[in-house]
């Protein structure tokens, strides 16, 4: 049943589950960069995970309507997407939230968000071979090589922001 469910939703459990990683891990590696300070992080973190994970998922509910596709349809992908994003995009502010508890230091939790994020790449990289009965060692190495490759250049571009403000 459960892979029934990803065979049919896949494209929007990958779309929505790497954009919420990619953007949430983004704005902790920028923010780290520009030493902004982990409770700014997890403060954007989580309105980024809210706010782009409605808009991806109505983007994706009207652009599957500009196709004139069934109403009810179009709403279930609209939710995955939602869903997908709102959860994996949540699990590299994890460990953040561990440093807000003085559970973590601040360069533990960074640390510890950039391998969570690793895994949940590795994770939705998985599932996209194993639905798509693909190579799985290539799959995750592919995601996680682009995620990796965008939380790189958020933290240039922080590092260059922390020399201006």
């Given at each position: 049943?459960?892979?029934?469910?990803?065979?049919?939703?896949v494209q929007?459990?990958?779309?929505?589950?790497?954009?919420g990683i990619i953007t949430?891990?983004?704005?902790?590696?920028s923010v780290v960069g520009a030493n902004l300070g982990t409770g700014v992080a997890l403060l954007l973190g989580f309105a980024n995970v809210l706010a782009d994970g409605f808009s991806m998922a109505s983007s994706n509910y009207l652009s599957e309507r500009?196709?004139?596709?069934?109403s009810f349809e179009s709403f279930k992908s609209a939710i995955v997407t939602f869903i997908s994003f709102v959860i994996l995009g949540s699990m590299p502010l994890i460990a953040l939230i561990g440093y807000t508890m003085g559970i973590l230091t601040s360069d533990q939790a960074v640390i510890y968000s950039l391998i969570t994020a690793s895994l949940?790449?590795?994770?939705?990289?998985?599932?996209?071979?194993?639905?798509?009965?693909?190579?799985?060692?290539?799959?995750?190495?592919?995601?996680?090589a682009i995620g990796l490759i965008a939380a790189a250049i958020a933290y240039g571009v922080?590092?260059?922001?922390?020399g201006l403000i």
């Open positions: 049943m459960i892979k029934n469910f990803f065979t049919k939703y929007e459990f990958v779309y929505g589950g790497i954009d949430t891990f983004a704005i902790v590696a500009a196709d004139n596709k069934d949940t790449f590795a994770f939705v990289g998985y599932v996209k071979a194993y639905i798509n009965e693909k190579n799985k060692i290539l799959s995750v190495l592919e995601t996680l922080g590092q260059f922001a922390k």
